[in-house]
């Protein structure tokens, strides 16, 4: 760059006299000779030597600079897109003014600020292989199937044997493969980062479900509790595990977390994933049904059989469930259980109702479940009977939501205290509450519940139903462009709010408590923001 060669500096000019000075410094005559400007007394002006460059010089310098890095900046980019395609001919140039002069190409904010996720790299023993042994799970399904395709199962073709889903995006999805499907979606998550402290949460892809799957009947509890105290071990060891004592990781488990429960010093059910060691509590538990008396675990959705891969796929899927002439006012898809069992009275009372209704129709025990059957049933009622299963909560739940069916529900944990993220506070919007003890004890007529209801609100209903699809399911993995939220993102965007208010109180040189084990810890998740005192409920009653 030039430079003064003088030892004594010059005070800057104005911009005025300067520019002029630049203007009058050098003259030609007619004859192409050069004279110098004289200094106003007639005198040549010899003694200044070299001149200091003007700032037009420098304007001129930074404005050849910053062209020159935005034409660099969009044919480097062109170049990156397009780095995987084939060699094309030559084309003609193209340029277009407001792919250069955009203010928010220079200026635009981080779109995943607040949202980075730092993914561990774990051993395959915590995952790959636990889908490469898949036939060492229970011989009662076919587990090796259900893993396919990311954890979707085998794909539906023609909307399936009664043409009851989509033409497209429909799988054969088991209700237990969503820790897979979770951490396929996150391999493609747009705001990956390769550096845990610019992360806004830290995701651990253990396959949980698949592991205790595989060891649920072993009697030696050492076995059947290793894999996950080797991860607790394993863990423990990282320093990104250590920053913020585990407050900020998160864990999909794929089942409920009645699986994960079993104290270290007792024989009962389960694995002691969640309570083995202490600190493992600080991380967050994504379950498909969580504990009304813990608090760091949260329920999220069933995996159903759609998995869109465009808006227009679920646009399209929701006008077809408006239109569906349904000939059912109320239906139930599943079996009866030993009476004996605690849900065993509530799913009998509601077959044989359903039994004695000509404006019920009923789905028993098939030899195998066809996806097909079960939706089409629900595609045909108005009401569907969502009674507790296996645990408070169902798979069916969700494939009701798809079909545009409003569910019906005997207990409140099997849904109301459960997808707090996923569902609306005001439970009366898409859903309709009996409460079993009306049910088993006092034999309360559950056609006459529903056909009290005016077809107006049942048309309200309906439609929050409808509204409520894209964020119950999960869409496929590979889509791109769409803008609706599933049931992925809510879950995601819950769990990084949970940590950033986590890191705030830290800062602050406190604790945040947002919830409490005991009696009172599903309250805390029904709170709204900016409360922190649980009180009296109308729910108190059921638990």
Known sequence: MPHRTCTAATPMKPFSRSLQWDLDAAVDDDDGKQHFADDGDGKQNTERGLRRPSRLFYLALLY?????LVFYHHFSTSVQQSGGAAVAAPTALQLKPSAFFSA??????DPCTGRYVYMYDLPPR???????QCGRVSASSDVCKDVSHDGFGPPITGGGEEGSLPERGAYDTDQFMLSIIFHVRMRRYECLTADPAAAAVVYIPFYAGLDAAMHLGNKDLAVRDALSRDLMDWLARRPEW??????DHFLVSGRGTWDFLRSPDSTGWGNTLMTYDLAIRNATFLNTEASARHGNDFAVPFPSHFHPSSDAE????QDRMRRLDRAWLWCFAGWPRPRGNGMGPERAELIEQCRNSSRCSLLGKLNHYVPGHAMQLLESAQFCMQPRGDGYTRKSTFDSILSGCIPVFFHPVSAYLQYTWHLPRDYRSYSVFIPHRDVVDRNVSIEEVLRKIPPEKVARMRERVIQLIPTVMYRHPAAKGVTFKDAFDVALDRV????????RAAAEGREYVDSVDGADSWKYDLLEDGQTKVGPHEFDQYL
Do not use: E
């Not at 679920?314 to 899927?317: A, E, K, P, S, V």
């Not at 990084?496 to 890191?503: E, T």
């Open 64 to 68: 050849t600079v910053f062209w020159a």
């Open 104 to 109: 928010s190409r220079f200026f635009r904010r």
């Open 126 to 132: 915590f995952n790959a292989d636990l889908v490469r």
């Open 242 to 247: 250590r920053a913020m004592g585990g407050r």
């Open 314 to 317: 679920i646009t399209g899927w």
């Open 496 to 503: 990084v709010d949970r940590v950033a208010k986590r890191r």
